[in-house]
């Protein structure tokens, strides 16, 4: 990948929760992991209070409030299902496309930073024709850290050739906060996302996709 310019700007996503809204997804596939083992379904509420940690704690708190024992079969049962179903219902948030075009044209790379595993992320992306927009993909199982580990940011952004004085993350969940800012750069909490308001913790907040593009470039200008 080539270098890009000393003076790119970078804006760095968490991908479920603020490019897209995969809860749906996500939502059936623990569902069917549970029907496996004769356990009643989830509400999409309680599967969207799970998200954030990727899927090893996902199914951990899926488990633990059903009052069943680990099971080392459940996760790759689980990453298996997923990958085949990953965007039956799964879509981009509402004008999220209108402003990572307007990010594009005004010159910012963009890259992705996840604890979705890879292969998922990158199944998701391109099944949903996003690949070519991004620079780099960080997922949960790139590097030997994930977030809330601002190494995993960090990596994902040398991934992408960007400098983290002209980089801002970007997430719905404390770990994306906590990461960015222990990565040294500026933060975006997306308030249309999966985290509670109290995850926003001081951080400046857009309460839709298409406010991203104007609280870049208020933050990080030209």
């Not at 496996?36 to 899927?55: H, K, N, S, W, Y």
């Not at 488990?63 to 299902?81: C, H, K, N, S």
């Not at 999220?96 to 979705?116: F, P, S």
Request: overall charge negative; some cysteine; aromatic content about 6%.
């Amino acid at each position: 990948m080539a270098k890009l310019p000393a003076m790119q700007r970078t804006v760095i996503f968490d991908l479920d929760g603020t490019l897209v809204d995969s809860r749906p997804d996500i939502h059936a596939a623990l569902n069917r992991l549970m029907a496996a083992r004769g356990q009643p379904p989830f509400t999409l509420e309680e599967v969207t209070r799970f998200i954030g940690d990727g899927v090893a704690m996902l199914i951990q708190r899926g488990f633990a409030a059903r009052g069943l024992a680990p099971d080392p079969t459940a996760l790759p049962a689980f990453i298996a299902d997923y990958e085949a179903n990953a965007v039956v219902d799964t879509r981009l948030f509402p004008g999220m496309a209108e402003a990572l075009d307007r990010l594009q044209a005004a010159g910012w790379a963009m890259a992705i930073c996840t604890n979705k595993p890879e292969r998922a992320a990158r199944l998701l992306l391109e099944a949903l024709g996003l690949s070519g927009r991004f620079v780099a993909l960080g997922g949960g199982d790139s590097f030997p850290v994930r977030k809330p580990d601002p190494a995993h940011v960090l990596a994902t952004l040398q991934a992408a050739g960007g400098d983290a004085a002209r980089a801002v993350m970007v997430g719905d969940h404390h770990n994306d906060i906590a990461a960015g800012r222990g990565a040294g750069l500026p933060v975006v909490y997306c308030g249309y996302g999966y985290g509670l308001p109290e995850m926003a913790d001081g951080a400046p907040v857009v309460r839709a996709a298409g406010e991203l593009p104007e609280m870049l470039e208020k933050i990080l200008g030209k």
